[in-house]
């Protein structure tokens, strides 16, 4: 079997080189290339594409400039607070940026706020494609015909040669009502010119007879069961079919779904944000805490030399401060290592600030919209606060079933199911409508309006259609029926780990506090004790180098210990606010479409109150909701 597999492989292999590609018509061959023993696919020919005049470049003059401690001074520095880069931020994106640059990788999953609109103005599935099968069209026509034909009768035309010409105009306006009732009314005239021998009017001999048929007709036609209601319609719309739903609160559900989409994206977009500002302020504190250990250990170092300590002590102490002065330069350019980002262990994302002064500096950049270079260095001016925040959970979790995006999305697509179970169940039904016509007819040797003459007609009927089994419409109420309880369990799960991810936040917020703590205290007995030492060399008593080095080194370590837990108490208190859904509040952050004239205001006011259960209604929509127990 393994010796027949590697023969067909070779014999495709073969096959594929002896026929090659074709592609937009050039055959592209699996040959090695002439310049080249490794065998590129040198007829490979990728086109460009054509530059549109939508978009346009964008390009900096600046590039980026080193960075050393002499370029940190205040003519280089821009000090911005939070708000300031969250406004800068919200100002100067169309596009909801994320530290995970997804635009790169994915960018038919960025959000922009472009994309309600979009899903608004679609003309398959959105609000405005639902309304417009209500609205009114107008129709006509215009035909002529020339009939020359042979009867087996004597008295079509003459002698059983007929010949005619006959021209038939129409124009009409129907419009679908709310309950399914589709009204036309048109306007049909007919002229006929032949040479039939009984005519009234005309000369059949010279082929001059003709006369003009018109009628003015008015027609409904009312669906009694299947399509019939405003309930149907105004869900599934007119004409749907199973599995086939538009009408306008399931196109005004997906308009809904996608606003809370946006304001996710603009809740995760202000998240990393503030992420990368505060892993910007470490990456400070970092360079500073690391500046000072490799002063002291030259401090250190000098001083060994000094008191001529013997060469081994001398290279020792040098060590030291190298190694301190390497740790300072990547302090201060940073590595391309991925930092603290949404949903990197927590929703809000848990810290990880290890990326350095500039390279955190562009991630802020990137973030908020400003050039990535222009000469200068944002520096943080907010402090993360210190004080202790305590969270009452029944508040919190109360908030956050309430507030959260995502269970907010998704008790709309369990109100979308709930609404296509009821179009689907309509599908149950057979098809009886009730039809009706009136008519105005007109006819004479001069064209004159129908409304003249004194001929009338008038029709009524049912038309009545069921298929046998309902084997469509059964499978459709089925279908929705596990779409709901699917939309149904996956918000009860939702539930549960809105639970559990408040309370990781509120429980991380008084770790983080208890650890910000202690680490002030290790801090301030690390100094001291340095302290201590450092009074020691002042005086001809020298400590040992080995424990004065260590103490160099823990007091690094104590130093970005508790700035990092600075930076992971204060995250932790904006991950619970984003886990209770307010944490655009919390930054100051408010969403609006745009701003509404005087009449939407009167009517979404009208429409607040009757949604209010305190206040009993004149009217209320049955499909919208009902009043509360």
């Not at 500096?361 to 990535?372: F, V, W």
């Not at 298929?467 to 799960?493: D, H, I, K, T, Y």
């Amino acid at each position: 079997m393994r010796t027949s597999r590697r023969w067909f492989r070779c014999v495709l292999a073969a096959s594929m080189m002896a026929m090659g590609c074709n592609v937009g018509g050039e055959k592209v061959a699996f040959s090695p290339s002439a310049n080249s023993q490794s065998g590129p696919l040198s007829q490979l020919r990728p086109s460009d594409a054509i530059e549109s005049e939508c978009s346009t470049a964008y390009l900096e003059p600046l590039s980026p400039f080193d960075l050393d401690e002499q370029s940190l001074t205040p003519d280089k520095l821009r000090g911005m607070t939070l708000q300031e880069c969250i406004a800068e931020g919200l100002n100067h994106s169309r596009v909801m940026r994320d530290l995970g640059v997804s635009v790169i990788r994915f960018p038919e999953t960025v959000r922009t706020n472009l994309d309600p609109a979009i899903v608004f103005a679609d003309p398959r599935i959105g609000e405005e494609a639902a309304l417009s099968a209500f609205d009114a069209n107008m129709f006509a026509s215009s035909f002529y015909e020339n009939n020359d034909r042979a009867f087996n009768n004597q008295f079509f035309g003459q002698g059983g040669l007929f010949r005619q010409d006959l021209s038939t105009n129409q124009v009409g306006i129907n419009k679908r009502s709310a309950t399914g009732a589709l009204f036309t009314v048109r306007d049909v005239t007919v002229y006929d010119r032949n040479n039939q021998q009984a005519n009234q009017f005309g000369n059949p001999a010279t082929q001059q007879s003709f006369s003009w048929d018109s009628f003015l007709e008015a027609s409904a036609r009312q669906p009694l069961m299947l399509g019939a209601g405003t309930e149907f319609n105004r869900i599934a719309g007119p004409n749907a079919q199973p599995g086939e739903l538009n009408g306008v609160l399931l196109a005004r559900v997906r308009t809904d779904v996608s606003l809370i989409d946006f304001e996710r994206a603009v809740r995760d977009f202000v998240a990393d944000i503030e992420n990368a500002y505060w892993d910007l302020y470490y990456a400070y504190r970092d360079m500073d805490a690391r500046i000072d250990a490799r002063d002291i250990a030259q401090y250190t170092a000098d001083r060994v030399v000094a008191r001529e300590s013997g060469q081994e002590r001398i290279e020792q102490a040098k060590e030291q401060v190298i190694r301190f002065q390497a740790e300072v330069v990547d302090a201060l350019n940073g590595r391309p290592i991925e930092g603290t980002r949404t949903n990197n262990g927590s929703t809000g994302g848990t810290f990880r600030g290890t990326g350095g002064v500039r390279v955190c500096e562009r991630k802020l950049r990137l973030m908020i919209g400003l050039p990535i270079n222009d000469g200068l260095l944002i520096q943080p001016v907010d402090r993360p606060t210190l004080a202790p925040v305590v969270f009452d959970w029944s508040t919190s979790i109360e908030e956050a079933l309430r507030l959260r995006e995502e269970l907010r999305r998704q008790r709309w697509v369990v109100k979308q199911r709930e609404l296509e179970l009821i179009a689907n169940r309509n599908f149950l039904k057979p098809q009886l409508d009730a039809v009706s016509a009136y008519r105005l007819r007109g006819f004479g040797q001069d064209y004159t309006s129908p409304l003249t003459g004194e001929f009338q007609e008038w029709s009524l009927g049912l038309d009545y259609q069921m298929p046998m089994g309902f084997r469509r419409g059964n499978a459709a109420v089925r279908n929705s029926q596990l779409e709901l309880a699917r939309a149904s369990e996956l918000l009860r799960e939702q539930e549960r780990s809105i639970h559990f991810g408040l309370s990781n936040a509120i429980n991380e917020s008084k770790r983080a506090h208890d650890n910000l703590v202690l680490q002030r205290q290790r801090l301030d007995a690390i100094t001291k004790q340095l302290a201590a030492m450092n009074a020691k060399q002042e005086t001809a008593e020298l400590p040992e180098l080995d424990i004065l080095l260590e103490t160099h080194r823990r007091l690094l370590d104590a130093r970005l210990r508790y700035h990092q837990s600075e930076v992971e108490y204060e995250l932790s208190l904006r991950n619970v606010n984003l886990e209770k859904g307010s944490l655009l509040r919390y930054c100051n952050v408010w969403l609006n479409e745009s701003i509404a004239n005087a009449s939407a205001v009167a009517q979404a006011e009208l429409r607040t109150s009757e949604q209010d259960y305190d206040k009993v209604p004149h009217h209320r929509d049955v499909i919208i909701g009902q009043p509360g127990p």
